[in-house]
Structure formats: C-alpha cells, structure tokens
C-alpha cells in the first residue's frame, strides 16, 4: 500500500491506497472534499481534476487523448500539472505523490 496527500484548501489528508485503485476512487472513498467522480472514472466529467503538486512525476502514466480532451472542461482552468485522478492507477512507485484540489472545485 502506497500514500497519497491529497491538499483541498488548508487540508491535508493523507491516504493509504491500493496498488490498482484510481486515486478518484480513493479520494471518493476518503471523503476528500472536491473529488467528484460523477462519470465513475470514464474521463468522462472532469469531477476529479487535480494538480500533480509533488513527488514521483515520472512514474505517472502518459495523459491520453481523452483525458487530454476532458482537461480542456477542468471548473479551474488547466495548468501544466493537471491530470484527471481516475486516470491514474496507483502502483508502489507512485508513493508519496501530492495532489492538490483546485478551490473552484470545493
Ligand atoms: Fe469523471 Fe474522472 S471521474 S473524469
């Protein structure tokens, strides 16, 4: 199991996550406030937009076409460091990463 900070506004919660589990749906299952998941991880409504704030960036799986698409839709504008959380399954060398909800969505 690996840690995930996730930062919403003055919050920080810190989250042990399962290898394979997107960091929406443990988000969703840590009440973090502002991660949605409305589409339930079908790049499909942007309700779980975070920003890649630190940790091990290259172990990030490549932003695909629709995710690149649904970032264009983000209720915050986009920033080099978005990425949509249900496109990112955790594995052991994404520990440590810190993710940050934009206030537009809290
Ligand atoms: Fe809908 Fe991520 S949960 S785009």
Redesign the pocket.
């Known amino acids: 199991m690996s840690k995930v900070t996730y930062l919403s506004g003055d919050d920080s919660t810190i989250v042990d996550v399962d290898a394979g589990t997107s960091l929406?749906a443990a988000a969703v299952a840590n009440s973090i406030e502002g991660i949605f998941?409305?589409?339930?991880?079908?790049?499909?409504?942007?309700?779980?937009h975070v920003f890649v704030e630190e940790g091990p960036h290259s172990a990030l799986p490549p932003t695909s076409e629709a995710e690149d698409e649904?970032l264009d839709c983000t209720a915050a504008p986009r920033r080099t460091n978005s990425r949509?959380?249900?496109?990112i399954p955790m594995v052991p060398e994404l520990d440590g990463l810190v993710l940050r909800i934009a206030e537009e969505q809290l």
């Open positions: 929406m998941g409305e589409c339930g991880g079908n790049a499909m409504c942007a309700t779980c649904m949509l959380s249900c496109q």
